[in-house]
């Protein structure tokens, strides 16, 4: 039987990615740092990502759980508000579980043959703008791309493919946390749509995948006139932000 890796599968997108991939006859092993209830065809592996120490520790068994077909390193945390009302430790605790923790992950699963197919690394639509309100959001996510571009040749010398997913706003629990008061959740995409979007994406090896016919268009807007998006973004989510959330 095919298999498949899943960080942060208990809600949101990577819950959508994992019961897809059952669906379509992956076993798959689930990072989180909570098990999901009852999930036939799901192996959970609880961690906190945010914990190099937890993350150091889980690796041996997850590396012995593969090897995987498909990888999808979907884990993340956001903090929004102005940067002077969010602590250091909310800062650090992003980064790692946003950059760090998926590189080293993807490293060691490389490194001990642990791949055979495909990974995908979810960064985020920032990717292309600037995020006025999210500055270290958009930065680690921007982290994750640049990383991804990186290792794309090496890992193919080895048989393994890299994708990018830069999915924008998902109607998901964690995005309605940390949007503006009263913003417009049928602005959002279904997490099962970009779910399926990213799979094909990585079951195919392609190196890019934007979900969603809005979110395309603002990531060719950011590539052409970044700086009136960044104005944008500033207006629709910096100026309207009523409070800080990490």
């Given amino acids: 039987m095919k298999c ?3 960080t942060g599968a208990t ?4 819950r959508a990615l994992a019961a897809l991939l059952v669906e379509r006859g992956y076993a798959v092993v689930a990072v989180d740092r909570v098990a999901g209830a009852g999930r036939a065809g799901v192996t959970d592996l609880v961690c906190d990502l945010a914990d190099r120490d937890a993350v150091d520790r889980m690796l041996p068994g997850l590396i012995e759980a593969g090897p995987f077909d498909l990888a999808f390193f979907n884990a993340g945390v956001s903090a ?3 940067f002077e009302e969010i602590p250091a430790a909310a800062y650090r605790r992003l980064l790692t579980v946003n950059a760090e923790t998926p590189m080293v992950m993807a490293a060691a699963l ?3 043959g642990a791949v055979r197919g495909g990974l995908c690394f979810v960064s985020s639509l920032s990717h292309f703008t600037g995020y006025p309100g999210a500055a ?3 930065a680690s996510k921007d982290a994750l791309a640049v990383y991804a571009r990186s290792v ?3 890992f193919a010398r080895r048989g393994v493919s890299v994708t990018l997913a830069c999915p924008g706003p998902l109607k998901t629990e964690h995005a309605a946390r940390h949007a503006p008061d ?5 602005m959002r995409l279904e997490p099962a749509m970009a779910a399926r979007v990213i799979l094909d994406a990585a079951i195919s090896g392609r190196r890019l995948v934007v979900p969603g016919r809005r979110a395309r268009l603002v990531a060719l807007a950011g590539r052409v006139r970044p700086q009136a998006v960044t104005r944008w973004m500033r207006r629709l989510v910096f100026e309207r932000l009523g409070r800080a959330v990490w």
């Fill in 4 to 6: 498949a890796l899943v």
């Fill in 80 to 82: 929004t508000g102005r």
């Fill in 11 to 14: 809600h949101g997108l990577g």
């Fill in 136 to 138: 270290a959001y958009a």
């Fill in 182 to 186: 009263g913003a417009d959740e049928t």
């Fill in 110 to 112: 490389m490194k001990a």
């Fill in 152 to 154: 794309r040749k090496p």
